[in-house]
């Protein structure tokens, strides 16, 4: 039996053109993916952020004992938050920098991407990649347009994931499927912020959000310098 499909799967499925394969904000993927991940954790109440708990890499994450982590992909970040106690931009980098590899392979393996060996020449291999799951991807997208477009409130899964494409840069890759415009740019960034207006969402997860943003935002000028 599967696990269930997380925030960081339809993530990158989002990111991914659906015939050539190409994943939108592929520099910076690494933070992004571990943002996926550590909100995730947040949400399920594995992992906490204090405002103004901070050290030199940004807002220091925290484990948190008393809930079960099942997902092997979740235990792993857990346990690596669970060490001892970080930056959120450190902590990024250290989930996030295995993540490309091991979220594609869930994907492949649920049937919502293809994989396929290629040779070149008849010499050197290459590796493609496509959506085949266009349905799920199409379902994932028209949560996020309800919420940018049409002013919906989100559930937290769909706000986090609104979060984590505006802070990657990605928003206007997804066009037309969500038309770009100012107002959506301006409404992506609230959610970015962690400010979705919905009061039941654990203060935890806003928190961790505010530091991703400001996490990617460091990669994104690093990488442009």
Known sequence: MQNEILIVEDLLL??????????????TLYYTLGGAVLAELALR????????????TGLKVHAVSGHSVVDPLLQAAYRKTA???????????????????????????RGMVNRERKRRL?????????VANTRH??????????ALVNGRTPNDRTAV??????????????????????????????????????????TAVTRTLVAISVGSAVAVTSAVD
Request: a negative charge.
């Open 122 to 130: 008849g010499l050197f291999h290459t590796t493609s990649l496509s």
């Open 161 to 202: 994931l609104i979060g984590l494409i505006s802070a990657s840069g990605s928003l206007p890759s997804l066009h037309p499927a969500i038309p770009w415009s100012g107002n959506v740019y301006e409404r992506a960034k609230e959610f970015e912020k962690g400010a979705w207006g919905a009061d039941a969402v654990n």
């Open 14 to 27: 989002t990111l991914m053109d659906d015939t050539s394969g190409a994943i939108a904000g592929e520099g």
């Open 83 to 109: 060490e001892r106690t970080r930056g959120v931009q450190t902590l990024l980098v250290e989930i996030g920098g295995e993540l490309r590899s091991s979220v594609l392979d869930r994907l492949v393996d």
């Open 45 to 56: 109440g594995n992992v906490m952020a204090t405002e103004g708990d901070t050290g030199l």
């Open 137 to 146: 991807k199409a379902e994932v997208l028209r949560e996020v347009r309800a």
